[in-house]
């Protein structure tokens, strides 16, 4: 099994910014996919960041030069630094792994282990 724990949301204001961090425990050895996605009330949750093991990453659109993802494979950690940060953003943001996916796929149907989520509320 693989634990994740994310960490780093809060509030900002339009325009800043937050780094969301995931550390993964248990069995990480196999740890290949990593990912953000993030859930509005109402809202399906969508990918927004995610990465493979050698480091290839796949983003939304909604993102794409505002939001970059990376992996420390030494320390099992993948991070979020989301800057120039809208309202549009606000959500919960869930870390997601996998031992078998490493597109890396912005599906969450391909994601088997998932964090509690933490708050991001960009006002």
């Known amino acids: 099994h693989v634990q994740l724990v994310e960490s780093g949301g809060g509030s900002v204001q339009a325009g800043g910014s937050l780094r969301l961090s995931c550390a993964a425990s248990?069995?990480?050895?196999?740890?290949?996919?990593m990912g953000w996605f993030r859930q509005t009330p109402g809202k399906e949750r969508e990918g927004v960041a995610t990465?493979?093991?050698?480091?290839?990453?796949s983003y939304a659109d909604s993102v794409k030069g505002r939001f970059t993802i990376s992996r420390d494979n030494a320390e099992n950690t993948v991070y979020l630094q989301m800057g120039s940060l809208k309202p549009e953003d606000t959500g919960t943001y869930y870390c997601?792994?996998?031992?078998?996916?490493?597109?890396?796929?912005?599906?969450?149907?391909?994601?088997?282990?998932w964090g509690q989520g933490t708050q991001v509320t960009v006002s």
């Open positions: 997601a792994a996998d031992l078998v996916t490493d597109g890396p796929s912005l599906n969450d149907t391909e994601y088997y282990y």
């Open positions: 248990g069995y990480t050895y196999g740890c290949r996919c």
């Open positions: 990465i493979g093991s050698a480091g290839s990453t």
